[in-house]
């Protein structure tokens, strides 16, 4: 089972008038409630979690275990999508991704409005918090079940 994980707007809520607080790793600290809703994910599936994000390529998966770690996560198992080098829009990366992956059993969790338009037989593992308000409890409750009944 993966999640297909976005980072900003998802575990780091956006707001156009404060600037994110940072932990010493140098990267954006989680919202709490983000943490708290991915790790039940986690928890309740066994998910791996497949970074998404634009940030991505910026960190060794070394480093990105890392990350999560200091945000409370314990043996998250992280991989992430290939480098995009072709400048590809999130729909086009998962689209990639999806065409040359035999797995089933994900979830997209991502604010990227751009999934919007992804194949109903891929919107339908969707999970799309508001930018502004990140992964939630709910939200969390979706993607587990989403998760529970892919096939």
Known sequence: MLILLDIDGVMVPASNWKRPEFESDGFPKFSRRATDSLQKIISET???ILLTTSHKSKYSIQKWNTIFSVRGFKNAQIKRLKT???????????????????????????????????????????????????????LADSAIRILKSSK
């Open 46 to 48: 066994g998910a791996e």
């Open 84 to 138: 995009n080098v072709d400048d590809l829009n999130r729909k086009e990366e998962v689209m990639l991704w999806w065409r040359d992956n035999d797995e089933k059993r994900f979830v997209i969790i991502d604010d990227d409005k751009s999934l919007n338009s992804l194949p109903n037989e891929i919107k339908s593992k969707l999970v799309q918090p508001s930018a502004t308000v990140g992964l939630n409890e709910e």
